[in-house]
């Protein structure tokens, strides 16, 4: 995937990946309807299938957990009994 660590974290709320293939989605069909400029209709149609394929065929559905950090309830419990 070509999303780096800054724009996975940007993107990791779905309403926003929603968002811009919604937005793209609605030039293309401006573009197709209205202008039908081939240019643009290929680059925004590009711009919709790479959009599409990152942000919900490749895109990671977690974010990698940190296991070498101990749960904090037990060392708590440890820590109030030894005062």
Known sequence: MALKENDLNWFRPLWRRVAVVVFLAIWLAW???????TLWIVLVGAA????????????????PKNDALPPAGSTDEQDRSDS
Do not use: G, R, V
């Not at 573009?31 to 400029?37: D, G, P, R, V, Y």
């Open 48 to 63: 919709l299938a790479y959009a599409l394929y990152n942000f919900f065929y490749a895109f990671p559905k977690e974010e």
């Open 31 to 37: 573009e197709a309807i209205w202008t039908k400029e």
